[in-house]
């Protein structure tokens, strides 16, 4: 299946890309649904949301409910103003009205209207959302499932079952001269063409609209993607949410630049800025600012910090490495999606840092002048290193152990970049046996480590 480096990538809000921003893309897509039901328009008076497994054990963390009153009132994660959102909670609190165009004036308490249902979550998917749509009786116009199945996608029942019982390798609907579903397949099809995964990857979201609009659209996810380490590592004070975590970004950044920028790759230093780059855009993620989903926003600081690390610290970095260092991470992305999952709920924190390691490694080592070979061998030595890594934040807030976790996502791409520059690209694990086994692992984790915060860091640490 052809997922564009535009569905891999995505400029939203924080805290999480499965429970802030899909649910957000979840109600758009039902109220448009529910625009064009027979008799809705005359006959609805209320509507609620059922908020199921995941999306209801760490809801509330990660702010899900408010995603969901933003978007039925118009917002999109993408041209939200973070700023604004509590002003428009306060008046949806107190009118308990919503005005959709298409439907009549809606009753919606937000108290009682989003529900959180902590029983056993839906069949298909951990992060299930419910929809329901009453008459001025109570009686049921309609109800419909969305699931947001991680990195902002968000599907119907039927897509989801219709995507796990697809096989995966199946390439015959694909629209791309390189349709690539695995890693195999991407190296055979580079091998054979005599072009880069990021040459392959260009031509295949070439195929639809102009390159130069392909491009325009790489140089603004990384404008937005700078934009927030910028603002991270000038903001200080205490994230929201309970914990009383301190933001440091701001405060390791001046120490670094009090010290002293080196240049030359890996050196001694490098661990800190890179660090300090994921901290400041994971800082901002959980305060709730504009991100860009990498692959999630629970990971979102992993390619960033690689890519500012190799701008700012690698000789000859430029423009023209970036989008091959995007366009590289988003096709290995990509695979991973469609053969295992980058959802924390589904498969834990492996499917979400791990994959950004292994996506921030295959750019880095692609935009260092890397073979095909060595940045497959990058991406999967990466990937193989997260094996196993549960998603446990504590208090359901994407702030502990998450903003850390990052910085040593983006730590562990660079060394396996390194490892695989220093190499032929030969190796004994395929990144394809890797994202399998990554897909197995988290199907044989238990729930507990699943972002239910039932689990883990979740609930051994003591609260102060």
């Known amino acids: 299946m052809f997922i564009s480096v535009f569905d891999i990538f995505k400029i939203g809000i924080g805290p999480s890309s499965s429970h802030t921003v899909g649910p957000m893309v979840a109600v758009h897509r039902y109220l448009e649904r529910a625009r064009g039901l027979a008799g809705a328009e005359d006959r609805t008076t209320r509507l609620t949301v059922t908020l199921h497994g995941s999306l209801a054990f760490t809801g509330k963390g990660h702010a899900t409910d408010k995603a969901v009153c933003l978007a039925l009132l118009g917002e999109t994660p993408d041209t939200l103003d973070p700023d604004s959102v509590e002003t428009m909670l306060n008046k949806l609190s107190q009118t308990k009205l919503l005005l959709i165009p298409g439907l009549p004036e809606i009753k919606f308490d937000p108290e009682a209207d989003v529900i959180f249902d902590y029983g056993p979550p839906l069949p298909l998917h951990a992060n299930g959302m419910t929809f329901h749509l009453l008459d001025a009786t109570g009686s049921l116009i309609d109800t419909f499932v969305y699931y947001s199945i991680g990195g902002g996608f968000v599907v119907s029942e039927a897509e989801l079952s219709k995507t796990t019982n697809e096989p995966v390798n199946e390439l015959a609907t694909q629209n791309v001269p390189f349709p690539f579903a695995s890693a195999k397949q991407m190296l055979d099809m580079g091998r054979n063409a005599e072009l880069s995964i990021a040459e392959m990857k260009l031509q295949n979201e070439s195929a639809e609209k102009p390159r130069k609009d392909v491009e325009t659209g790489i140089d603004r996810l990384w404008s937005a993607m700078d934009a927030c380490i910028n603002r991270g590592i000038k903001q200080?004070?205490?994230?929201?949410?309970?914990?009383?975590?301190?933001?440091?970004?701001?405060?390791?950044?001046?120490?670094?630049?009090?010290?002293?920028?080196?240049?030359?790759?890996?050196?001694?230093?490098?661990?800190?800025?890179?660090?300090?780059?994921?901290?400041?855009?994971?800082?901002?993620?959980?305060?709730?600012?504009?991100?860009?989903t990498a692959?999630?926003?629970?990971?979102?600081?992993?390619?960033?910090a690689v890519t500012r690390y190799y701008l700012d610290h690698c000789r000859g970095a430029d423009q023209v490495g970036i989008r091959t260092f995007l366009l590289t991470a988003a096709a290995v992305g990509g695979i991973i999606k469609a053969n295992?999952?980058?959802?924390?709920?589904?498969?834990?924190?492996?499917?979400?840092?791990?994959?950004?390691?292994?996506?921030?490694?295959?750019?880095?080592?692609?935009?260092?002048?890397?073979?095909?070979?060595?940045?497959?061998?990058?991406?999967?030595?990466?990937?193989?290193?997260?094996?196993?890594?549960?998603?446990?934040?504590?208090?359901?807030?994407?702030?502990?152990?998450?903003?850390?976790?990052?910085?040593?996502?983006?730590?562990?791409?660079?060394?396996?970049?390194?490892?695989?520059?220093?190499?032929?690209?030969?190796?004994?694990?395929p990144l394809d046996g890797c994202i399998e086994t990554m897909r197995q692992t988290g199907m044989d984790m238990m729930e507990h480590y699943k972002e239910t915060s039932l689990g883990g860091l979740a609930v051994n640490i003591v609260e102060c």
């Open 295 to 304: 692959p999630t926003n629970g990971a979102a600081g992993v390619i960033p």
């Open 340 to 429: 295992a999952s980058i959802s924390g709920a589904e498969v834990g924190c492996q499917g979400e840092v791990g994959s950004a390691s292994a996506m921030a490694a295959a750019g880095l080592c692609a935009a260092l002048g890397g073979t095909n070979e060595q940045i497959e061998n990058a991406a999967e030595i990466a990937l193989e290193h997260h094996l196993g890594m549960t998603c446990d934040p504590i208090a359901g807030l994407v702030q502990v152990p998450c903003i850390e976790r990052n910085a040593l996502g983006a730590v562990k791409a660079v060394t396996a970049a390194s490892l695989a520059l220093r190499g032929d690209g030969s190796h004994f694990v």
């Open 236 to 292: 200080s004070g205490v994230l929201p949410g309970g914990l009383n975590v301190k933001r440091r970004a701001a405060d390791i950044y001046q120490q670094l630049i009090r010290e002293g920028r080196s240049n030359p790759l890996f050196e001694h230093n490098v661990v800190d800025w890179l660090g300090v780059y994921a901290m400041a855009v994971n800082e901002e993620n959980a305060a709730g600012g504009r991100v860009v």
